[in-house]
């Protein structure tokens, strides 16, 4: 076998650890096409099958995660090397987000942020991982959770609660249902969050069904099931507010729940002297008070935050 270029095992890091061709094209510049003809390239030359390929993105095969887990820390080291020798820019900052955060609050408020600094150059990383910021150049983390990430500083912004949300089909087609006795109603459940439903009935009354119309597993997929009308799900009322405003989702029986999670800012004691994030902390915090001024938010739980 000749020598793999080091820039194909580069690109493969990339795709393996996000999961996603078009994410990590975008990063390195390529097309989806000529990146995914790099990937396959270099499986020829290995002679192995490093991905399984699907509607939903790639997967790591077994023989994937061998390569990722044998090479990934090198380049890792490496990038770690060389970031002291790059030059800090104090008017850019890079800050990661999950998507549901990014596209249904942070970029409603952005043009406010960009129309009074003009002179800051904002990066945005769409991600559900975890920053790890000692290797990545990331200055600054929207993360939900309860505020407690080891070594970094975590500022509270605002609660979060959930409430049964529908779209107008279903309720259409329900007629007659009382939106108060969910028992009536097709459920979403999601295995990563079944407790909520539980939780859900605990607090208003009701036994749980014995079996939910369908499970998904992303919050995404639990918010399109709901759109097309294939049950009630329980949404976070932070990323589901502009559905509902929109009219494509309701809220069945005006009824919330708050949740222990929250909305925090997370950064590194490295990003408390940059100047482009002391400029993008105070405006989030402003922000963050402003739509909590808005929004009948749960009680915070101090001890929890």
Not at 44 to 55: A, D, T, V
Not at 170 to 183: K, Y
Request: with cysteine; glycine share 6%; hydrophobic share 40%.
């Amino acid at each position: 076998m000749s020598r793999v270029p080091l820039s194909l095992l580069q690109q493969f890091v990339q795709v393996a650890r996000l999961g996603n061709l078009s994410r990590a094209a975008e990063q390195a510049n390529l097309t989806v096409s000529a990146l995914s003809h790099q990937m396959r390239q270099l499986e020829e030359r290995l002679e192995r099958r490093l991905f399984e390929r699907g509607p939903r993105g790639v997967t790591l095969t077994v023989e994937g995660c061998s390569l990722l887990e044998a090479v990934g820390e090198h380049f890792d080291g490496i990038e770690h090397a060389l970031s002291r020798y790059r030059q800090r820019r104090h008017d850019a900052l890079t800050v990661s987000a999950s998507p549901g955060i990014i596209s249904s609050w942070l970029m409603p408020r952005l043009p406010r942020l960009l129309a009074t600094h003009p002179e800051l150059e904002l990066n945005l990383q769409s991600s559900n991982l975890l920053v790890n910021f000692e290797r990545e150049a990331v200055d600054a983390a929207v993360r939900y959770g309860k505020g407690e990430w080891e070594g970094l500083r975590s500022e509270y912004l605002f609660g979060e609660w959930i409430a049964p949300v529908a779209a107008p089909s279903l309720i259409e087609r329900m007629a007659g249902a009382d939106p108060l006795d969910l028992a009536q109603w097709p459920l979403i459940g999601d295995p990563n969050r079944a407790n909520r439903w539980i939780d859900w009935f605990a607090h208003y009354g009701g036994e749980p069904p014995q079996r939910y119309v369908a499970h998904v597993d992303t919050i995404d997929a639990l918010r399109q099931a709901a759109l097309e009308g294939l049950g009630v799900a329980l949404g976070r009322m932070v990323t589901t507010k502009s559905w509902i405003d929109a009219g494509r989702l309701v809220v069945l029986g005006d009824r919330y729940l708050p949740v222990p999670e929250a909305y925090h800012l997370v950064y590194p004691p490295r990003s408390e002297d940059h100047r482009g994030m002391v400029t993008f902390r105070a405006w989030l915090h402003e922000e963050a008070k402003a739509y909590c001024r808005q929004m009948p938010q749960p009680q915070r739980d101090e001890a929890a935050a």
